[in-house]
């Protein structure tokens, strides 16, 4: 079964630009992820979608950030303008289902920095 | 609230060496419990679960976790250290509302 899959890998921008990162993750699975990794810490939760519709997005700084998932499949995460503390690892997971007893699977993740 | 306290954020071992790292937990139901393994610039990889049924857990390479409840306690452990096994590990608990909490991760380091 392949696994999640996300691109790029790396990103190095200026503040103020825009950057979108993009993830394709298991087939059949329900349940999407983005998260954000600072160095040094373990992932937040940035955003949790159901098929497309979004379950938790209350840690999404939405005056920058934006992700959409349309047709319940691939998903984008989008930042503009980006800051100085958006340096991180962005990582995207998915399950089957999203229920409490299932386990995420996590993709590699995006690093980007920002200048 | 739930939360999940990682005792510990740097163990060394010697190789060879049994690992032990430590993770506590707080939640008002009968939670499920995973153990995860960061590689550098990798994503989270999982190594075992909890969900419920038999309390001594076995996972991928050696690692085996046991739920104790009485003491809340999820600690993971491997008889013999690798080399390969020097990592981030992370503990997440889950709860009825279907939401996920990570601790703060424990660093992992392996003396040849």
């Known amino acids: 079964e392949a696994g999640v899959a996300q691109s790029p890998r790396y990103k190095i921008i200026e503040k103020r630009q825009s950057v979108a990162f993009w993830c394709n993750p298991i087939s059949g699975h329900a349940t999407l992820y983005w998260y954000q990794q600072i160095l040094g810490q373990g992932p937040k939760l940035l955003i949790q979608?159901?098929?497309?519709?979004?379950?938790?997005d209350s840690q999404l700084p939405k005056d920058r950030f934006s992700a959409e998932r349309l047709k319940g499949v691939d998903s984008t995460l989008k930042i503009q303008p980006a800051k100085l503390e958006d340096s991180a690892v962005y990582l995207c997971?998915?399950?089957?289902?999203?229920?409490?007893?299932?386990?995420?699977?996590f993709g590699d993740g995006t690093r980007l920095s920002i200048l | 609230a739930q939360s999940v306290t990682q005792l510990d954020s740097h163990v060394s071992v010697s190789e060879g060496t049994p690992v032990l790292l430590r993770c506590n937990y707080s939640?008002?139901?009968?939670?499920?419990l995973f153990w995860y393994v960061q590689h550098p610039n990798k994503g989270l990889q999982l190594l075992l679960k909890y969900t419920s049924a038999a309390t001594l857990v076995k996972g991928i390479n050696g690692f085996e976790a046991e739920f104790k409840k009485s003491e809340t306690s999820f600690h993971l452990t491997k008889p013999s250290a690798h080399m390969s096994d020097a990592a981030e590990y992370f503990c997440?608990?889950?709860?009825?509302?279907?939401?996920?909490?990570f601790g703060t991760g424990t660093s992992l380091t392996v003396i040849p």
């Open positions: 997971a998915s399950s089957e289902t999203g229920y409490s007893n299932q386990p995420q699977h």
């Open positions: 979608f159901q098929n497309n519709g979004v379950v938790d």
């Open positions: 997440v608990v889950s709860d009825r509302g279907n939401q996920f909490y």
């Open positions: 939640s008002s139901y009968s939670p499920s």
